[in-house]
């Protein structure tokens, strides 16, 4: 199975919140799951990636939560600021270094002024 | 440095028309791709690149063509378009394969 389910499709936070993100696969042969931040009219450009050796990892605001056990991952968005406002896709990439991505459906993030 | 470039930005069509969607990148990467993104359905591999000469089918390639003369050039054409091939259309490159892939803003095409 070479699909990513991701959760919710779209959310909405005050600013200063925290925004989180699901998504789970079925794939154990997936390697590499990086994070894309989307804004309207551009682009995807990569937040944020981990591998499936650490469960943790972070990068200023935004920390990415791994479960291998439970197939799942998670994007965190610490003190949500209004410039955060975009859509965010988990994405995945089989072990071996396949050029293939599957992304998610995506995640449109509203923060609140 | 202007990384990913497409052209043209906005692009409509008429039923059974042709037209090829230009990309080229100058960061000497490898790897290039083509997606496209419908809304609410994420991003879709049409093709893939792995350098020049070499190309492979993505996940949606039916009513696609691509090729790869060059490293810095990926043309997607749309031959006998259909409504449902309103999409965005993006380019993407990579330095290898696990590596991050750059985008470029996207080609809007509405086919009437």
């Known amino acids: 199975q070479q699909q990513v389910k991701q959760s919710p499709q779209s959310l909405i936070v005050q600013k200063g919140g925290i925004s989180i993100i699901n998504c789970a696969y079925e794939n154990t042969a997936f390697d590499y799951f990086p994070w894309y931040q989307q804004f309207p009219g551009k682009g995807p450009a990569l937040l944020i990636a981990?591998?499936?050796?650490?469960s943790e990892k972070k990068e200023g605001r935004f920390t990415i939560s791994f479960n291998k056990s439970a197939k799942q991952f998670s994007l965190h968005i610490m003190d949500s600021q209004p410039g955060d406002s975009a859509t965010y896709f988990c994405a995945a990439q089989l072990q071996g270094g396949s050029e293939k991505l599957v992304f998610g459906k995506g995640t449109k993030l509203t923060v609140n002024p | 440095n202007a990384g990913v470039t497409q052209t043209p930005k906005f692009r409509i069509l008429k039923i059974g028309q042709s037209m090829t969607l230009q990309c080229t990148q100058d960061m000497n990467h490898n790897y290039m791709y083509w997606y496209r993104q419908d809304p609410g359905m994420g991003l879709k591999l049409i093709y893939y690149s792995v350098g020049a000469g070499i190309t492979d089918k993505g996940e949606v390639p039916n009513g696609y063509n691509v090729s790869r003369s060059t490293t810095e050039d990926f043309p997607l054409r749309l031959e006998l378009a259909a409504p449902s091939q309103t999409s965005v259309y993006f380019c993407a490159s990579s330095y290898g394969a696990v590596q991050p892939q750059h985008f470029g803003d996207g080609t809007r095409l509405s086919i009437l």
């Open positions: 981990i591998r499936p050796d650490v």
